[in-house]
């Protein structure tokens, strides 16, 4: 079974432009995470699906942020027009639905804004 | 305050000693508890979760749980090198749709000594 994979590994870009961060999560999970992390600091929560929909939102920083999960499979998350403070490691994870113990962590896109 | 806190470290221990990693944490709604391992520039994979109070044993890791004290450590017997990673205390912090929200520690890194 193919565990949660994410693309860019690593992506560069200045400030103000635009990046696209994917996300695909393990086969019938449900339930799609995007977490944060900013060096220096712990793993933030952005926002959660279920499926195709939007669950909770309230870790999204900023409404520069957008996630879409098209047809409840894959995710994006773009920012734009990207900051310095974006920097950072955005994870995405995923679970089974009515699962609340492991969630499955993909390795991360490293996001650095010049 | 912080609401899951963990020495940063680096925790250093001989190779074959106990290594013992401690967390606390604000909500003391939290149902349950996670710890995560994570090696440099991969994923975060979880070791243990537990839920009730008292200890939790699995092979050579065993997590305890302290409710009162709003406390949760992570021992790991007959340290190896190939333990050397940095350890994420989590805690789930809501269950949203069947999911599974955390909010982690800034993590404590490990090295086990030759």
């Known amino acids: 079974e193919a565990g949660v994979t994410q693309f860019p590994s690593h992506s560069v870009i200045e400030k103000g432009q635009t990046v696209t961060l994917r996300c695909d999560p393990i086969s019938g999970h449900d339930n799609l995470y995007w977490y944060r992390r900013v060096m220096g600091k712990e793993i933030k929560f952005l926002l959660h699906f279920v499926k195709e929909s939007k669950q909770d939102e309230s870790g999204m920083p900023n409404n520069r942020f957008l996630a879409e999960r098209t047809g409840g499979t894959y995710s994006t998350l773009k920012v734009q027009p990207a900051e310095l403070e974006d920097s950072g490691v955005y994870f995405c994870?995923?679970?089974?639905?009515?699962?609340?113990?492991?969630?499955?962590f993909g390795e991360g896109s490293r996001l650095t804004v010049l | 305050q912080k609401e899951v806190e963990q020495n940063s470290g680096p925790l250093s221990v001989p190779e074959g000693a106990i290594a013992s990693l401690n967390c606390t944490y604000s909500d003391r709604g939290s149902q349950s508890f996670f710890w995560y391992r994570q090696y440099s520039g991969k994923s975060p994979e979880l070791i243990m979760f537990i839920y009730s109070n008292g200890d939790k044993e699995d092979g050579r890791f065993t997590a305890q749980l302290n409710k009162a004290s709003q406390y949760v450590s992570l021992l790991i017997r007959d340290s190896q090198p190939s333990d050397s990673a940095t350890y994420l205390c989590?805690?789930?912090?809501?269950?949203?749709?069947?999911?599974?929200?955390?909010?982690f520690g800034t993590g404590t890194q490990l090295k086990v000594e030759l």
């Open positions: 994870a995923s679970s089974r639905i009515g699962y609340t113990g492991e969630l499955f």
């Open positions: 989590a805690v789930n912090s809501g269950v949203t749709g069947g999911g599974n929200k955390l909010t």
